[in-house]
Nanobody, 123 residues
Framework: QVQLVESGGGLVQAGDSLRLSCAAS????????MGWFRQAPGKEREFVAA????????FYTDSVKGRFTISRDNAKNMMYLQMNSLKPEDTAVYYC????????????????WGQGTQVTVSS
């Protein structure tokens, strides 16, 4: 059974940092692109960042460029999202996704999703 489990969320103040982790089990994703999405209350789930299978390509939504960094460790079947200079508008449930389908790096077309981890940024 394939599972993605996010961790590392929490309540922080504006300007603080958090590092989210996504642990994959049940199969290896070392040849699959992976991504992070988020969903704020009352809003649609939105793309945050994506990373190619090798880690050589990364993509970010404009609002997090320069503040967030996506990375992965294929040997550990893990993906990470380093979030710096957090803002209240970053408050959301963050989801990791694996097994990207299609050619768009910004699409939520993934085979597998985690349950999400809450990130709350107070002003």
């Amino acid at each position: 059974q394939v599972q993605l489990v996010e961790s590392g969320g929490g309540l922080v103040q504006a300007g603080d940092s958090l590092r989210l982790s996504c642990a994959a089990s049940g199969r290896t994703f070392s040849r699959d692109a992976m991504g992070w999405f988020r969903q704020a209350p009352g809003k649609e789930r939105e793309f945050v960042a994506a990373i190619s299978w090798s880690g050589g390509l990364t993509f970010y939504t404009d609002s997090v460029k320069g503040r967030f960094t996506i990375s992965r460790d294929n040997a550990k079947n893990m993906m990470y999202l380093q979030m710096n200079s957090l803002k209240p508008e970053d408050t959301a449930v963050y989801y990791c996704a694996a097994g990207k389908k299609g050619s768009s790096w910004y699409s939520p077309a993934y085979d597998y999703w985690g349950q999400g981890t809450q990130v709350t940024v107070s002003s």
